[in-house]
């Protein structure tokens, strides 16, 4: 059984913002497709004179992976990385592999370009690409390794190596992509041979969007023949965005060094920064860091001077604890023929496992997917087990496993295509293909037109397939016999012409009279191509520009206007078509206008704008102006009032400024028409150049050492966040859902639980975005588990009892504060449970049923509540007759009457018997309360009391007697939000110790005399039912208050007096000189006890009375 190990270096770069790359830019498709190779001699000063193209431009799809220059020496060659992992070196510099693992990034494909013989041969590889519109990142990495002979020639005649990046658009050259190197005394040596290492260059291609790039890769043997030279080049092929770190994005427990890296950039420096906690220095492009055991976050690295605009690199680190879990089911052929190929075996990705080692048989190879969780193998004609595990800095998971018996059936054949035409066609044109000398089914046809990249199913199952390509195309077939594993054909070509291209468009021109013009175009095309031109006077009627008084060349790619065509007042129009000896295509140039002026000053039609760029970045500013000749001279200047100074070789509409320093710079232009030299000043364009400034974030939590469920709010403090920053938190390594504010509030926290943040900044030139704050770990006490037993369920009486902490409290039944309480009233009861040491709490509801054998209407005992009957024979009652002819209520909730001095309750026949003026007293106090003014009786919600807000109100004939605490509670219906005090229960006048419990401006108000007023705001409305109670303990200090049984908030006092010995009044307050804030609405009931009432008899209180309101 053979195995597999991952590295336990596992490297992974995060991608942000990535753009596609160019089709085989990293020559995956093994093959040169759309790359043009030549190949001629060295003529030195880095020149060759190439005399044999393979696949010129525009280059298509390509079956080529190596090719001999025009001696027949083989001087290219394409190289897969090994699927062992392991390298292959060059055969002269033993060191350097022939396909890269730099920085930890694992190139997948590498082409040798150039000879190991001498030979003064000359090779070259171009690509071309566009730039998409509107991009903000175009990152391009390529590595190189160049091997030069040992030579004493001059620089000039040397072998070497150079790559040149060119804008196609304006034919410059693009500095800070483009390298050189020829053999030198200051690069290393082997065998006779200078060389340099793997190297990468990254360069930013954005501030080209929209424009064609050529790269362009040559290497020379010496110019006078007898010694070589070569070069590997290799691309990355990890997207074309904002550029990548390479490095563990996975740690096991937060600790050990760690190394990341980032492509280099020409003349860069680097700006890290690292998760809270972590340190490191470095301002290369790799650093070494320690997470010094805290947790993951986000790396960035910014390139303080780069090749284009600058961008922060990101990768998000996570820490584990633990090895993966083991993958799940293998899934893959588990019978296979003897000696069958590419058996691909896979299992879903494992979470928190950056890597995959798989076992397999004896003998069995593999072909492509080495440490990931699919992989390749080619088998033998030997059984055995497949397995795999999923890999960590942890450790290795478990293994997960299948079994493979092999059988010796016929293998599958592909066999191969014919009918593929031996020349290149016209796009359109129809071509049949036919699959011979198969063993098997034909499964499907599959057609790839981007060089063997990716395939498209054709859903053709058949021996044959008639196509009608566009553009040159691969066809292959897949075989499959029985249940042998399927196997492909070798790809056929179809080649079909590729349109012709127009890489620069001809130019209008306004011009002075008296001089020729040229009109010029740049296409590529295969076959010859071919020009004519052709003018007009209203761009619509064209005719051919061949007068030879008025034009030269006008059978070339440039059109030459004869200045005797070229007089005042003249305005034409030219094009130019242009066709191909394939006689497939042809494309004709956009119009190109000819305007011979007079002399005119310059019309300035767009302004140079104002800027703000980041240090060390590129800024363009530029000029729209027209009229004839027109000539530009970028001017800068100190300040904006002060002296202009030309700037030399800025000559053109658009100034490109490398701003890399901190400052404001002023910039303007002169335009100088050639006619008559009249000139126009365009506006000063100020460029400020801000500095970079790093982001970072802090997060702090408001409480600690707290119950389980107590909520806790973690607070995020950024720097450098911009006007907008948004935010990511995480708990325990997981993004939390839905919370992006600055702000997290979370009743879920364990003990132990790690909660961090990330913050991304909007501000300009931040770096270092996003970042991660520092983490915090709060000590949360474990609340108890509480358990009740007994039967809930029972006649007359049900014992429960609660277990699991020190002190209980029952919001009913006759046993309050003890672990064993009765009941002999139905309904929901509910313990909490308070553990001693922690002080924490929990609370369990049972619902507890008391079945009453009440009499029926035949005098039957029934448990039926719906055939009961009352005293007044009453079927479904709430006061049943029971068997010995007792009332018994079906209610969960009894008043709490302990300390109970006065209760007032219209729904109570003996509190008042619903007419006259006497409100009785039922506390124990008993005394006789007297309705004043005439506040009129309801009989509706039990029975209820309505105040006029004028003049009604209750009087009461003794005084509150003293205490410390005080509980005020209410059943209120208010008819208008009077805006000012409404009394509930208010003490007569105003001295030390009187309380007053009222409406003010729609809160409640607890007012105790030398003390701050107490406020509770709800959300009240009119002609609505409320339980309002306020509860003062002196001890405590504090007042609590409460809506519908609800806790509303609680309100502290500094040195509280004792509650007065005082009157109270009921819907107004007396100062003795007059009476006022009158109540204006509906009062039912009110009591005022002694003491200061609990949370859970507050709430029983509540419910007591709750269903006369249908609440």
Not at 414 to 434: D, E, K, M, R, V
Not at 732 to 743: F, K, L, M, R
Not at 805 to 824: E, I, K, V
Not at 1010 to 1017: F, G, I, L, V
Request: proline share 4%; glycine share 8%; net charge neutral.
């Amino acid at each position: 059984m053979k195995k597999i190990f991952a590295f336990l270096i596992l490297w992974s770069p995060i991608l942000l913002a990535q753009h596609t790359c160019p089709t085989n830019l990293s020559f995956d498709a093994n093959n040169l497709s759309f790359w043009e190779f030549k190949s001629g001699t060295y003529t030195g000063n880095y020149l060759g004179s190439y005399s044999a193209t393979i696949n010129p431009i525009p280059s298509k799809i390509s079956t080529v992976k190596t090719a001999n220059d025009f001696r027949g020496n083989n001087t290219l060659t394409i190289f897969n990385a090994r699927a062992d992992g392991g390298f292959d070196y060059d055969e002269k510099v033993t060191t350097i592999p022939k396909v890269p693992v730099i920085n930890g990034y694992k190139y997948d494909y590498s082409v040798r370009l150039g000879s190991s013989s001498t030979g003064g041969s000359a090779d070259k590889l171009t690509f071309r690409l566009s730039v998409p519109q509107s991009v903000s990142t175009y990152n391009i990495t390529y590595a190189y390794s160049a091997i030069l002979q040992d030579v004493a020639h001059s620089a000039s005649q040397q072998p070497a190596f150079v790559a040149t990046v060119t804008d196609v658009t304006t034919g410059t050259k693009i500095n800070c992509a483009s390298k050189d190197y020829y053999s030198n005394s200051g690069m290393p040596i082997m065998n006779g041979a200078r060389y340099e290492p793997w190297r990468e260059v990254s360069f930013d291609l954005s501030q080209y969007a929209g424009k064609t790039i050529e790269l362009k890769f040559e290497a020379f043997d010496c110019s006078p023949s007898g010694h070589y030279g070569y070069a590997y080049l290799a691309f990355r092929n990890d997207g074309c965005g904002t550029g990548t770190i390479s490095g563990n994005d996975i740690l096991c427990n937060n600790g050990g060094t760690q190394t990341y890296s980032t492509p280099m950039v020409d003349g860069a420096t680097f700006a890290w920064t690292l998760p809270y906690g972590w340190t490191g220095s470095s301002s290369a492009n790799s650093i070494t860091v320690n997470p010094n055991g805290n947790p993951g976050g986000n790396i960035t690295v910014t390139p303080s001077q780069s090749c284009g605009n600058i961008t922060t690199r990101s990768l998000s680190i996570s820490t584990v604890n633990s090895v993966p879990a083991a993958p799940s089911s293998i899934t893959g052929s588990t019978t296979v023929c003897s000696n069958s190929t590419n058996l691909t075996y896979s299992v879903p990705e494992v979470a928190n496992a950056s890597s995959y080692n798989w076992s397999y048989p004896t003998g069995w190879t593999i072909v492509s997917g080495l440490n990931t969780n699919q992989i390749t193998f080619n088998a033998n004609n030997t059984s055995g087990n497949i397995s795999v595990n999923a890999v960590n800095l942890c450790g290795n998971s478990s293994a997960s496993s299948t079994s493979i018996s092999i059988v010796a059936n016929a293998l599958s054949v592909a066999g191969s295509i014919t009918g593929a035409p031996g020349s290149t066609q016209c796009s359109g044109t129809s071509t049949t293909l036919n699959s011979v000398s198969n063993t098997g089914n034909i499964t499907r046809w599959l057609s790839s037109d981007d060089g063997g990249i990716n395939w498209s199913d054709l859903a053709n199952t058949s021996s044959s397939l008639t196509i009608t390509p566009t553009t040159s195309t691969f066809y292959k077939t897949e075989v499959q016999n029985g249940v042998c594993s399927a196997v492909q054909s070798t790809p056929v070509l179809v080649n079909v012409y590729s349109p012709t291209q127009i890489v620069v468009q001809p130019t209008s021109i306004n011009t002075c009279a008296g001089s020729a013009k040229t009109y010029s175009v740049s296409a590529i095309g295969e076959g010859t191509l071919s020009y004519i031109w052709q003018v007009s006077s209203d761009a619509n009627t064209w005719a051919d520009a061949s007068n030879a008084t008025y034009y030269s060349n006008y059978n070339t790619s440039t059109l030459t206007v004869n200045a005797a065509r070229v007089t005042s007042n003249t305005n034409l129009y030219y094009k130019c078509n242009i066709t191909s000896s394939t006689g497939c295509s042809s494309i004709t140039t956009d119009n190109a206008n000819l305007v011979v002026s007079t002399s005119a000053t310059p019309s300035i039609t767009n302004q140079p704008e104002d800027k703000t760029v980041c240090s060390g970045s590129v800024a363009n500013i530029n000029v729209v102006a027209s009229g004839p000749s027109l000539s530009y001279q970028w001017q800068s200047a100190a300040n904006l009032g002060g002296s202009y100074a030309n700037i030399a070789g800025k000559t053109t509409s658009t100034l490109a400024l490398n701003t890399a320093s901190e400052a404001t710079y002023f910039y303007r232009c002169v335009i100088t028409e050639a006619c008559g030299g009249l000139t126009s000043t365009s506006n000063s364009s100020t460029i400020n150049v801000v500095g970079s400034s790093t982001t970072s974030l802090t997060i702090a939590a408001d409480v600690n050492n707290v119950c389980y469920g107590i909520p806790i709010t973690y607070t995020a403090t950024p720097s450098n966040g911009g006007t907008s920053p948004t935010y990511a938190w995480y708990k325990n390594g997981d993004v939390i859902s839905g919370e992006t504010a600055s702000t997290f509030i979370s009743s879920a926290i364990a003990n132990g639980d790690v909660v961090y943040a990330e913050l991304t900044s909007n501000k300009a030139c931040a770096i270092g975005s996003p970042a991660s704050s520092n983490s915090v770990s709060r000590t949360i006490k474990t609340a108890p588990t509480v358990s009740v037993t007994g039967t809930s369920t029972n006649y007359d009486l049900v014992s429960l009892t609660a277990s699991g902490g020190g002190t209980y409290s029952w919001d009913g039944g006759s046993n309050l504060s003890s672990a064993s309480n009765d009941f002999d009233e139905s309904g929901t009861y509910t313990v909490t449970v308070t553990d001693a040491t922690s002080g924490c709490s929990t609370s369990q509801a049972t619902v507890v049923t008391i079945k009453l054998r009440g009499l029926s209407r035949y005098g039957e005992l029934l448990d039926v509540k719906a055939n009961q009957v009352n005293r007044f024979g009453e079927k479904g009652s709430d006061y049943p007759i029971i068997k010995n002819g007792q009332l018994k209520k079906y209610s969960k909730y009894k008043v709490i009457t302990s300390n109970l001095k006065l209760h007032l309750d219209a729904s109570n026949s003996s509190s008042y018997s619903g007419s006259g003026t006497i409100w009785t007293d039922i506390s124990a106090t008993g005394m006789s309360a007297t309705l004043t003014n005439g506040p009129s009786f309801s009989a509706n919600n039990g029975g209820y009391f309505t105040f006029d807000g004028t003049n009604h109100y209750v009087s009461l004939p003794a005084a509150f007697p003293g205490s410390n605490d005080i509980t005020i509670e209410a059943w209120v219906n208010r008819t208008a939000n009077s805006g000012a005090n409404t009394a509930i229960a208010n003490m007569d006048n105003w001295n030390a110790g009187n309380v007053h419990f009222q409406f003010a401006n729609n809160q409640l108000q607890f007012a105790l005399s030398s003390e701050a007023d107490k406020y509770a705001t709800y959300s009240f409305s009119i002609n609505k039912w409320y339980h309002v109670a306020a509860v003062y303990n002196k001890s405590a200090k504090t007042v609590t208050f409460y809506v519908n049984g609800r806790l509303i908030n609680t309100e502290n006092y500094s040195t509280p007096p004792s509650v007065a010995n005082q009157f109270f009044k009921i819907g107004a307050w007396s100062n003795n000189a007059s009476l006022g804030n009158f109540f204006n609405g509906k009062i039912s009931l009110v009591r005022i006890y002694s003491s200061a009432l609990s949370s859970n008899q507050i709430n029983n209180n509540f419910n007591n009375g709750k269903q006369n309101f249908g609440l």
